[in-house]
């Protein structure tokens, strides 16, 4: 069957490019009206139920290192935490590291909703599970180049990915794991690659450009 009229949708389409960002603002929008959903189900706001999670993820942080990892503004970050102090859900202590700095702990309390919280994006892993093998490959380079793209714009944290790491050694070896973490001193594949690593530390701008020159080269 070729309808009445052939090529309609070659003069009468975004190109795709524009139509996967459409998707993707769909995608964000539901993610953004599932957190908000959950976060307000126990009383938090969506940045509130970020900080715990991302403080039982990684452990005790400073707000700065909050403000980078969220991608969240410092005085943003302030205001959450000062209610999260009063909700007993978060403590301040001294950071050995930074004289000057507080860092936050997660109490008992805080620590069982940031668990909660990060199970909140699980909506969306049950939609990706349901993609073919080969399908998830594709979407997670894609994103994986995305978020450097972003990243290198500044308009997303530059923490967590593999490759901003300084321990990520891309194309090291040929087969199914080509790279390394010096981390762990462990092999990794292209599907391996991590994006909220909690031992990941950032590599110096100009080593962060070769390392992804020399990831491109084989990705
Ligand atoms: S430390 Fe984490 S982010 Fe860095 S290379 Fe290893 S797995 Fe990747």
Sequence with gaps: MTGKRP???EENNEPISARIATGLHKIGL?????SWQQANGVGLSATQGQILATLVAS???TGKELSERLGVT??????SVRVLVEKAMVTRSADPRHPRASLLTP???????GARARSWPEFMADAVADLAPEEQRAFFAGIVK???MLQEQGLVPVSGMCVTCKHFRPNVRTGPAPHHCAFVDAPLSSEQLRLDCPEHELAAESARREVWEQF???A
Excluded: H, N, V, W
């Design 216 to 218: 491109m080269r084989r």
């Design 107 to 113: 109490t008992a309390a805080g620590a069982a909703l």
């Design 7 to 9: 090529g309609y949708f």
């Design 146 to 148: 995305m978020i450097r």
């Design 74 to 79: 410092l005085p943003t970050i302030s205001d």
């Design 30 to 34: 539901a993610m953004k009206q599932q």
């Design 59 to 61: 452990g005790p942080l």
